[in-house]
């Protein structure tokens, strides 16, 4: 059991009221008008805890830093390989994939991650 910490609190509520999908440096400017005394170190430490405890997802992009979700609900994320912006693709279903995987494989799977790479809208609109 993890005790409970006013900074994590202030950290997941933060998040749990976001539909972007923040870095930890925007999480850290974010939440210091709340917590004015939090270091950005406390930020890293309580979003590695959130998501290991499953509170939060991570989203490693590839490219760039980490981003965090507070909706841990499965949904499919798209990320944009020119400015690194990370999407929810709304509409999007995977019908079964642990099933459809299962299928081929003699090992257990627990979990999966769908991540879309291409270009945002607002990138595509921008002439080179």
């Known amino acids: 059991m993890v005790k409970y910490s006013r900074q994590r609190e202030c950290i997941l509520r933060n998040l749990q009221s976001r539909k ?5 440096d925007m999480v850290y400017e974010s939440v210091r008008c709340e917590e004015p005394n939090i270091s950005l170190g406390t930020v890293y430490r309580n979003l590695s805890l959130l998501s ?7 989203i490693s992009t590839g490219n760039g830093p ?13 990320i944009c390989k020119r400015c690194g912006n990370v999407l929810d693709l709304e509409g999007f ?10 299928v081929h494989f003699d090992g257990r799977i627990d979990d999966y991650e769908l991540k879309f790479f291409g270009s945002c809208a607002e990138c595509l609109s921008i002439k080179k």
């Open 20 to 24: 972007d999908h923040p870095t930890a």
């Open 52 to 58: 290991e405890t499953g509170q939060i997802l991570k």
């Open 66 to 78: 980490d981003h965090f979700d507070g909706f841990t609900h499965p949904h499919t994320h798209f």
């Open 93 to 102: 279903s995977a019908t079964n994939p642990i099933d459809q995987a299962s």
